[in-house]
């Protein structure tokens, strides 16, 4: 059964930084692109950073130039470095994976994985 789990999550103080990492583990043929999303109380999710299999990055605009996506594909772990952190970064943050795994027939499935999500807080 295929697992994320995300740590790192807390309590920061404003300009503080804090690092999330996703741990995948499970019977995984591959995992393809992986993305950090947000949630903060009444409001809807966001994909604050998107990472492809090759490292290439993708960032909501409010995050730019503050975090820092990465994985380690064969550690089957992402990672995100928030720093110059700020009570809008609140939220409870949630991995994503697409990930392909192996049927018990012939053929794979590719499909959606999240974990459970780590509370993020920053304070003023």
């Known amino acids: 059964q295929v697992q994320l789990v995300e740590s790192g999550g807390g309590l920061v103080q404003s300009g503080g930084s804090l690092t999330l990492s996703c741990a995948v583990s499970?019977?995984?043929?591959?995992?393809?692109?992986m993305a950090w999303l947000r949630q903060a109380p009444g409001k809807q999710r966001e994909v604050v950073a998107r990472?492809?299999?090759?490292?290439?990055?993708q960032y909501h605009d409010s995050v730019k130039g503050r975090f820092a996506g990465s994985r380690d594909n064969a550690a089957k772990t992402m990672y995100l470095q928030m720093s110059r952190l700020n009570p809008e970064d609140s939220a409870v943050y949630y991995c994503y994976a697409r990930i392909m795994t192996r049927n018990q027939g012939p053929g794979f499935t590719d499909s959606d994985y999240w974990g459970q999500g780590t509370q993020v807080t920053v304070s003023p």
């Open positions: 499970g019977s995984i043929f591959r995992i393809n692109d």
């Open positions: 990472i492809t299999r090759d490292g290439s990055t």
